[in-house]
Nanobody
Framework: VQLQASGGGLVQAGGSLRLSCAASGRTFSTYVMGWFRQAPGKERECVAAITWRGGTTYYRDSVKGRFTISRDNRENTVYLEMNSLKPEDTAVYFC???????????????WGQGTLVTVSS
């Protein structure tokens, strides 16, 4: 599956952005989808993940209550709605696909190209 992330940009603290990740192919619904981020000098970390039909989600503690992951299997797209953004959310955000519900980078098989989110204070 090929993934194309979009929606990043520059936003002031407290603002919102919606990231999208479009997937090619007919097997999108067979993958767990995750959003990851990587800030300069830091390791890539899982921000959120969603199971095949969206029944279960994961959020890292620092984004709980602010970010929402969702998916539309008819449109082969996964979203990350980000509200109340903070400067520490600044990073390159990646979408990824895995065959299992996991937060581990190494267990995701397919990756999008990344989209930069910059939150100014």
């Amino acid at each position: 599956v090929q993934l194309q992330a979009s929606g990043g940009g520059l936003v002031q603290a407290g603002g919102s952005l919606r990231l999208s990740c479009a997937a090619s192919g007919r097997t999108f619904s067979t993958y767990v989808m995750g959003w990851f981020r990587q800030a300069p000098g830091k390791e890539r970390e899982c921000v959120a993940a969603i199971t095949w039909r969206g029944g279960t989600t994961y959020y890292r503690d620092s984004v709980k209550g602010r970010f929402t992951i969702s998916r539309d299997n008819r449109e082969n797209t996964v979203y990350l709605e980000m509200n109340s953004l903070k400067p520490e959310d600044t990073a390159v955000y990646f979408c990824a696909a895995s065959g299992r519900f996991t937060v581990l980078v190494r267990e995701y098989d397919y990756w999008g190209q990344g989209t930069l989110v910059t939150v100014s204070s």
